[in-house]
């Protein structure tokens, strides 16, 4: 075989290898923001108490403005239940989040973290005035940016003949259509996990936005589960 041919071959094949990565990368580039952007997202949480003798449930709204390294800066009330939001923030502020990164470096962001103080309704008791109140819309002067919102909450059902109580942390994917994607147990409950994720799949979402576009978020839903008070 000649010269001229082998190199024929040999660059057929290199064509074709360049021909692939290009079609990869191509195929990154389409991706579009689900390639660039990772949002921020909770990596470690403990228990929340539910307040002494507080008879009533309802959900605490908050927004945790997080550092280019994931540490909070501060927390924003946008739903207040007193007395259930100051136990609401100050577990939170032991918690620890993980920054969001565009374009390959961590930046400072907003993350939303939904409480809700669950009311003691086992065996699937329907719970005394219906569900947690929505929260309020985020603030939009808060750049370019909004994390996704909750359109439509309610409580979590006790599993029947239980006694347990406690916090379930919940990491949700909110996709670009605002359904829930992926959730993660961050903290839980053996016996009060399952009720949480289920509640949670029949909440309602509004996508996160960015430039008037919108694209794949998270943030975390807890569930306190009370103690039976009877």
Known sequence: ??????????????????????????????????????????TSAGEIAYPMNAAQGG????????DESGASQGLQVLQDVPPLTAAAKDAIKTWTFQAAVAHGKNV??????????????????????????VPPAVPSNLGHSLPPQVRRASYAFYPPDTQAQGT????????????????????????LNQAAIDALKQWGFQPAMADGQTRAGRMCVAFVFQRNLS
């Open 1 to 42: 075989m000649s010269t001229r041919k082998r190199w024929g071959m040999g660059g057929a094949i290199v064509l074709a290898g360049v021909a692939v990565c290009l079609a990869a990368g191509v195929s990154a580039w389409a991706q579009g923001e689900n390639g660039r952007f990772a949002p921020a997202d909770v």
């Open 59 to 66: 959900l605490v709204s908050l927004l945790v403005k997080l």
């Open 108 to 133: 400072a962001s907003y993350f939303p973290v939904q409480v809700v103080f669950n009311p003691y309704n086992p065996g699937g008791t329907a719970v005394l005035g219906g569900g947690p109140r």
């Open 168 to 191: 379930v942390v919940l990491s949700v994917e909110i996709g670009k259509a605002g359904h829930v994607g992926n959730i993660k147990v961050v903290h839980g409950v053996s016996t």
